[in-house]
């Protein structure tokens, strides 16, 4: 991910709010920042999608990834990914998702959580096919309403 790519990922990460979490300019350029993947699949015309993780041992404020902080030394956290309509169905999740894996592989673990309250059928589908195992189900806000469930994928040195 490049800076000329920020304002897409802007655009696809409000598209997807509803099961990501609001981020604007600056919030974008400090996760990118700690990120050990920002990551983008593009064609010709433009951003088909976006991943953002990071490493463990970072300042990153996430109450998710302090969790994954608690129980494991080292893990990649992925914090989120975004997929245009334009590109559903065509392979760019998976794409993505290679490649964070990749990244992850020096970590020994993928990290993520993925709604279970409303529930993302297809993200639960899509990690259970991965392989990602479900370790606990969280309160995903204040009022208990929303629930997550936390996922981790063991990635051992290839």
Known sequence: M????????LELNETNVAVLSPMDAERLAWIAGLASAAL????????LGFCLAVPAGTA????????FGGRFADFL????????DRARR?????????????AARPHGRMTCEVNVRPANEAS????RARGYAALEERPA???????????AKELPAA
């Open 77 to 84: 956290y992925l914090d989120r990914v975004a997929v245009g």
């Open 2 to 9: 490049e800076p000329r790519d920020h304002d897409a990922v």
């Open 40 to 47: 983008v699949a593009e064609d010709d015309e433009g951003v």
């Open 141 to 151: 806000d204040a009022s208990g309403d929303k629930r997550v469930v936390m996922l």
């Open 60 to 67: 990153y404020d996430s109450a998710f990834y302090a969790w």
């Open 124 to 127: 639960l589908g899509f990690h």
């Open 90 to 102: 065509r392979g760019v999740g998976t794409l993505l998702y290679d490649a964070a894996e990749a």
